[in-house]
């Protein structure tokens, strides 16, 4: 199964940038797409957004479209979200996950998937 590790997370401010890593081990067949998801305090885990590690279009929740970018370095095994124009309703902790398909990974959950430990953003007024 593959291993997931996240970091990047952090205190911003409104209107901020940040960068979120999740570092992929042990990839197999059932790990062909990543994707992030965000629960905020009180809220259900919620889907950010989704790429297959052999490219083609991304997916991107509604709430973040234009403002967050998904993108994935095969070298590295690594997949990064980048943040941009933070909102203090982006606060959350973000999980990183791995799926079969980019149709499996917009569910909530799946046979197929494997989470990160979560990493803390923190977006203030």
Known sequence: QVQL??????????????????????????STSMGWFRQAPGKEREFVAAINWSGGSPY???SVKGRFTISSDN????????????????????YCASDKS???L???RSVFRSWGQGTQVTVST
């Open 102 to 104: 980019l149709t499996l």
């Open 75 to 94: 070298v590295k095994n690594t997949v990064y979200l980048q943040m941009y124009s933070l909102k203090p309703e982006d606060t959350a902790v973000y």
């Open 106 to 108: 917009r569910l909530s």
């Open 60 to 62: 991107y929740a509604d």
């Open 5 to 30: 590790v996240e970091s990047g997370g952090g205190l911003v401010q409104a209107g901020g940038s940040l960068r979120l890593s999740c570092a992929a081990s042990g990839r197999t067949s059932s």
